[in-house]
């Protein structure tokens, strides 16, 4: 089982849709939780970054990690087609290594 | 673009060359790593410096040889390279343990 698992999509949206991408997780020691954004051809942007469970909220952007279920989302309101990205979730623990473990992505296409 | 630059953005290589993949950071950073991403695949951690040493080598081939000379300069050797090591090259930075940066990657191809 992969410590990380992400349904890579394809996930296609119309404009203005509220879109949900989720990530599931075996290690009930993560506590550091992050969503990248990748454009093709580029490198992963940070999106958002939260600790331990809860929601945290920035703009269109809404994080919440569920530790007892070793959940976690990323909803977009209003979305629009420039958030048409691979959205990578990741997430470590607080040991001294803080190794990020990556799940897949998810490619997301928003039409106009 | 980031406070991450990658040198070069593509690169298309033979196995039997050599080359060097170069990655600078500004963001005052201390701690580099080395991260491949092929099709399909979640990122793959290959390499992380910390204050120019070398912390964590994922059991990498020797055909990849990292060089850390200071805090802001990672290098990926390469030599003999095989086909499936093509693959998008990302560095990455961040204060030790903390929120990682990523460059814009270097595009692989091993004919």
């Known amino acids: 089982q992969k410590e990380v698992e992400q349904d890579p999509g394809p996930l296609s949206v119309p404009e203005g849709a509220i879109v949900s991408l989720n990530c599931t997780y075996s290690?009930?020691?993560?506590?550091?939780f992050m969503w990248y954004r990748q454009y093709s051809r580029k490198g992963p942007e940070l999106l958002m970054y939260?600790?331990?469970?809860g929601n945290k909220e920035d703009g269109r952007f809404t994080a919440q990690v569920d530790k007892s279920s070793k959940y976690i989302s990323l909803f977009i309101r209003d979305s629009q087609p420039s958030d048409s990205a691979t959205y990578l979730c990741a997430m470590r623990s607080s040991s001294n290594t803080g190794k990020l473990i990556f799940g897949q992505g998810t490619t997301l296409q928003v039409k106009p | 673009e980031t406070g991450v630059t990658q040198t070069p953005r593509h690169l298309v290589m033979g196995m039997t060359n050599k080359k060097s993949l170069k990655c600078e950071q500004h963001?005052?950073?201390?701690?580099m790593y080395w991260y491949k991403q092929s099709a399909k695949k979640p990122l793959e951690l290959m390499f992380v410096?910390?204050?120019?040493?070398?912390?964590e080598n994922n059991s990498v081939p020797s055909r990849f040889s990292p060089e850390c000379p200071n805090s802001s300069h990672l290098f990926l050797h390469l030599h003999t390279l095989q086909p499936e090591d093509s693959a998008l090259y990302l560095c990455?930075?961040?204060?030790?343990?903390?929120?990682?940066?990523f460059g814009p990657g270097t595009r692989l191809t091993v004919l």
């Open positions: 290690n009930s020691a993560f506590q550091y």
């Open positions: 410096y910390n204050f120019k040493e070398q912390t």
């Open positions: 939260t600790y331990s469970s």
């Open positions: 963001l005052g950073h201390n701690a």
């Open positions: 990455a930075s961040s204060h030790p343990q903390d929120t990682q940066y």
